[in-house]
């Protein structure tokens, strides 16, 4: 099942991503910069929620107390 969530506190303005019996995939970032948010969902695509959560949560970008990172692993855990 496709999801688009929207972030906070970073440069990316939303998340879109698929969720399909537990696994990530075809996760797009809009906005941010965008060397490392198609990284980190290249990265990400194929793995399952659990382990995106639990790998992403936490990560801060510079005094932020977010990231885009950190925002997937929010998005992510908020459709289990």
Same mark, same amino acid.
């Given at each position: ?25 075809? +996760?797009?970032?809009?906005? =941010? ?5 198609? !990284? ?7 793995? #399952? *929620?659990?382990?995106? +959560?639990?790998?992403?949560? =936490? ?5 932020? !107390? ?7 692993? #929010? *998005? ?5």
């Amino acid at each position: 099942m496709k999801h688009t969530c929207k972030t906070s506190g970073v440069c990316a303005k939303l998340i879109t991503f698929d969720l399909t019996d537990g696994v990530v995939s075809d +996760i797009n970032f809009i906005g =941010g910069c965008s060397g490392n948010t198609q !990284g980190v969902a290249k990265l990400a695509d194929g793995m #399952k *929620a659990e382990e995106i +959560i639990e790998k992403l949560s =936490g990560i801060r970008c510079g005094f932020k !107390g977010t990231s885009c990172p950190d925002q997937l692993a #929010k *998005a992510v855990a908020s459709k289990l």
